[in-house]
């Protein structure tokens, strides 16, 4: 079976496929701080937990929307989004911010085949780094995009979530139950420069299917010759427009 074959049929195998998005120029800001992204972050993992029949490839969270592509039925995606825009919303609330993230807001767009979910990833994966002139593919920290074909993300240093106290499981996750999957891994210690504080965050690989996004390319050099392709044709993607899968 050739590389394109197999590419082929892990997508039939693994759809169906969505593309979940919220639009920036409707929304107030979301993430204003490190600490709001890190939330974000460790939010898409509880998420993921309490719905292991989504699986999330690849995400992106910018100051006033995101991007998340994912696999699975539509009402568990929808169920997904539900939980994630709930749990952000009493977090909010909490910190006196009263912008409103309402369910009306989310987009969710099927990839209809393979070529699309790859312009899909890669737009997702490029959207955060594209916007911050500070930034490269590998150092936008709020988006599972830097773990892609990176070979250097296995050195990071890292320990089991269920490794930390529990007053710091319940920080990270702004509440009173905190457990979480034996697989999730945090960033421990670690100066991520920039783009991040000196803070635990939960690390992307050990709750996103990327090795799974991976495989949907034939290989590293397509995967990064799609991300150097120009913005504005990637701009279509996550824009409602019927030129996605081109």
Known sequence: ?????????????????????????????????PEDFLFGITLLGICCASFPGCRVLTFSLMNNHLHIVLAGPEQDVRAFFEMFRRRLQRYLND?????????????????????????????VNRHGYVTRSDCTPYSYWWSAGIFFFNPMAGLLPAKPFQALTLRERRAMCHCREADLPARYQVLAGFDTGSCAPLARMLLAPSFCAIREGEGYFRNAHQYFQRLGRNLEAHAEVAGGSETRSS
């Open 1 to 33: 079976m050739s590389p394109e074959s197999a590419c082929e049929a892990a997508f039939a195998r693994g759809g169906p496929f969505w593309h979940l998005y919220t639009d920036g120029g409707k929304m107030e800001i979301l993430f204003a701080s």
């Open 95 to 123: 910190r006196k911010r009263y912008c409103v993230l309402d369910r009306s807001e989310a987009d969710l767009f099927r990839i209809p085949d393979l070529h699309a979910l790859r312009n899909e990833i890669v737009y």
